[in-house]
């Protein structure tokens, strides 16, 4: 047999080309979606939370009842229309063990393949203990859901139950021993464990029971597992009491990356002479990134505020908004009197209140400690703009950002290309800087640009800071907008 010859050399001996894909961008935090915490047991404590698009999926999952699908109702009504919502469960009271099937098709759902079943059997475990379910006969059923009441005719310390789509089984006990372990084959009968899609291979991750949760414990567990795919938080449950307000208020405060809205119905909210109120107690604490709204009509009346700020994008031009003037759809208007509203606004307490010229708009958009919500929401965007844009900056890079002059200045492009992105958008605008100055800034200066970014020099950076490879402390002077919520006008006439 002849010797087969190739097309030649590699080209690769001589010109080698070897290419170097950088790593996808980091992703900042989610500042477009809210947070609704409730009771309902549709979402398990082992799934925790769920995000939809529009209310019709909030509906298909929690009816057209519930306290998150009042709540929702009312972010959606929104003008834009905010894109996502985020629901999540807290344990408001100890939750069971539960074991979720898998889903089951159009064909694996044909009764044909149930009504043949007549000693079927499976081994569960339940509260730590196997428990046999034997003796099935499910010959007389005309649906799953008769399938699941001759399965819960044996099975003992639980509940069998048909959701649409798969079987779930439920722990009768609740706390943190209450369990539901995979389906197994039994020693006997006709082994029906893979036929309700309960095995180890077709079900879900068994959900361990939990106790109950008070709203700042739950608050915590979604700030650790979720903390970048929401901003807004609210309860869509009315049985958070001021204290557990307060308390959830204060875990927000020391995060510092998300927005805590609290309603209140409280008449005494409207009462001057009263500093026992809700409003009253966030006020005290000078609390900047919680806020309150009264409403007598609503107790969800915060999450329609949520819907409305959670709605702007940072990278569009002139998209920042203040949430004073604007509008609350769903929301009864208060009719109130001029001492009221003073009483309000005192307190900076929120609320959507008619005018005598036939309109209503919300007053005033303000957070506890006088700072308006819009400026706390913009700040949060800011600095993970800067964050994150930073740190990409190094995550990408093939080689290195070097320890010097001019790998600072590579990070100062960075941070003046997020303040430009700030002025962009209309939270930053040229002004008279009035603190006191750095750099090449002094107090009463003018920022032309809307922002100063200040890089000292590498030679004056501490021996110790550069063998740690730190990079120089880089400032940044940065002037709000603001935003016009009130007029004065003063006509002189003359005859």
């Given at each position: 047999?002849?010797?087969?010859?190739?097309?030649?050399?590699?080209?690769?001996?001589?010109?080698?080309?070897?290419?170097?894909?950088?790593?996808?961008?980091?992703?900042?935090?989610?500042?477009?979606?809210?947070?609704?915490?409730?009771?309902?047991?549709?979402?398990?404590?082992?799934?925790?939370?769920?995000?939809?698009?529009?209310?019709?999926?909030?509906?298909?999952?929690?009816?057209?009842?519930?306290?998150?699908?009042?709540?929702?109702?009312?972010?959606?009504?929104?003008?834009?229309?905010?894109?996502?919502?985020?629901?999540?469960?807290?344990?408001?009271?100890?939750?069971?063990?539960?074991?979720?099937?898998?889903?089951?098709?159009?064909?694996?759902?044909?009764?044909?393949?149930?009504?043949?079943?007549?000693?079927?059997?499976?081994?569960?475990?339940?509260?730590?203990?196997?428990?046999?379910?034997?003796?099935?006969?499910?010959?007389?059923?005309?649906?799953?859901?008769?399938v699941a009441t001759v399965?819960?005719?044996?099975?003992?310390?639980?509940?069998?139950?048909?959701?649409?789509?798969?079987?779930?089984?439920?722990?009768?006990?609740?706390?943190?021993?209450?369990?539901?372990?995979?389906?197994?084959?039994?020693?006997?009968?006709?082994?029906?464990?893979?036929?309700?899609?309960?095995?180890?291979?077709?079900?879900?991750?068994?959900?361990?029971?939990?106790?109950?949760?008070?709203?700042?414990?739950?608050?915590?567990?979604?700030?650790?597992?979720?903390?970048?795919?929401?901003?807004?938080?609210?309860?869509?449950?009315?049985?958070?009491?001021?204290?557990?307000?307060?308390?959830?208020?204060?875990?927000?405060?020391?995060?510092?990356?998300?927005?805590?809205?609290?309603?209140?119905?409280?008449?005494?909210?409207?009462?001057?002479?009263?500093?026992?109120?809700?409003?009253?107690?966030?006020?005290?604490?000078?609390?900047?990134?919680?806020?309150?709204?009264?409403?007598?009509?609503?107790?969800?009346?915060?999450?329609?505020?949520?819907?409305?700020?959670?709605?702007?994008?940072?990278?569009?031009?002139?998209?920042?908004?203040?949430?004073?003037?604007?509008?609350?759809?769903?929301?009864?208007?208060?009719?109130?009197?001029?001492?009221?509203?003073?009483?309000?606004?005192?307190?900076?307490?929120?609320?959507?209140?008619?005018?005598?010229?036939?309109?209503?708009?919300?007053?005033?958009?303000?957070?506890?400690?006088?700072?308006?919500?819009?400026?706390?929401?913009?700040?949060?965007?800011?600095?993970?703009?800067?964050?994150?844009?930073?740190?990409?900056?190094?995550?990408?890079?093939?080689?290195?950002?070097?320890?010097?002059?001019?790998?600072?200045?590579?990070?100062?492009?960075?941070?003046?290309?997020?303040?430009?992105?700030?002025?962009?958008?209309?939270?930053?605008?040229?002004?008279?800087?009035?603190?006191?100055?750095?750099?090449?800034?002094?107090?009463?200066?003018?920022?032309?640009?809307?922002?100063?970014?200040?890089?000292?020099?590498?030679?004056?950076?501490?021996?110790?800071?550069?063998e740690a490879r730190k990079s120089v402390p880089?400032?940044?002077?940065?002037?709000?907008?603001?935003?016009?919520?009130?007029?004065?006008?003063?006509?002189?006439?003359?005859?």
């Open positions: 047999m002849g010797i087969t010859m190739s097309n030649g050399l590699p080209v690769s001996r001589l010109i080698n080309v070897t290419i170097n894909m950088s790593p996808l961008a980091a992703q900042g935090a989610n500042l477009n979606t809210a947070l609704l915490l409730g009771a309902s047991t549709v979402i398990d404590a082992g799934e925790r939370m769920r995000t939809y698009g529009a209310i019709a999926d909030v509906a298909a999952d929690f009816g057209t009842t519930a306290p998150e699908y009042r709540a929702a109702a009312l972010y959606f009504q929104q003008t834009p229309q905010p894109s996502t919502l985020c629901i999540g469960r807290w344990a408001k009271t100890a939750a069971s063990g539960v074991l979720r099937g898998g889903a089951l098709s159009s064909t694996q759902q044909a009764m044909t393949n149930w009504t043949s079943v007549t000693s079927g059997a499976f081994k569960v475990n339940v509260d730590g203990t196997a428990k046999t379910v034997s003796g099935l006969d499910f010959s007389a059923q005309t649906n799953l859901n008769g399965i819960n005719g044996s099975l003992t310390g639980a509940t069998c139950a048909w959701n649409g789509s798969k079987f779930v089984i439920t722990s009768n006990s609740t706390g943190a021993t209450s369990a539901v372990g995979y389906a197994e084959a039994p020693a006997s009968g006709v082994d029906i464990s893979a036929q309700l899609g309960l095995t180890s291979t077709l079900a879900g991750v068994p959900v361990q029971g939990i106790a109950a949760e008070s709203p700042t414990d739950a608050v915590a567990i979604f700030l650790d597992r979720f903390a970048n795919q929401f901003l807004g938080l609210a309860f869509a449950d009315t049985g958070v009491t001021d204290d557990q307000h307060v308390a959830v208020a204060a875990l927000i405060e020391a995060d510092q990356k998300h927005l805590y809205a609290a309603t209140t119905q409280n008449p005494q909210t409207l009462d001057t002479t009263v500093s026992s109120d809700l409003a009253s107690r966030f006020k005290a604490a000078k609390f900047k990134y919680s806020f309150t709204q009264y409403s007598s009509a609503t107790p969800y009346a915060g999450v329609s505020l949520f819907g409305r700020l959670l709605t702007v994008d940072f990278n569009a031009n002139n998209t920042t908004i203040t949430l004073m003037w604007k509008q609350e759809p769903g929301i009864v208007a208060e009719t109130l009197s001029t001492t009221q509203a003073n009483a309000l606004q005192a307190k900076n307490c929120n609320v959507f209140v008619n005018y005598s010229n036939d309109t209503a708009i919300v007053q005033t958009g303000v957070t506890p400690s006088g700072i308006f919500i819009d400026s706390i929401y913009n700040s949060i965007w800011f600095q993970s703009r800067i964050q994150t844009d930073v740190y990409n900056l190094l995550y990408q890079s093939p080689t290195k950002i070097p320890q010097t002059d001019a790998g600072n200045a590579l990070i100062a492009t960075v941070i003046e290309s997020a303040c430009a992105a700030a002025v962009n958008n209309g939270y930053l605008a040229p002004g008279v800087w009035n603190s006191g100055g750095f750099g090449a800034l002094k107090q009463g200066g003018a920022l032309s640009k809307g922002y100063y970014v200040y890089t000292p020099s590498i030679a004056m950076q501490a021996q110790s800071d550069r880089f400032q940044i002077a940065a002037k709000e907008a603001g935003a016009i919520h009130s007029v004065d006008i003063l006509v002189n006439v003359n005859r």
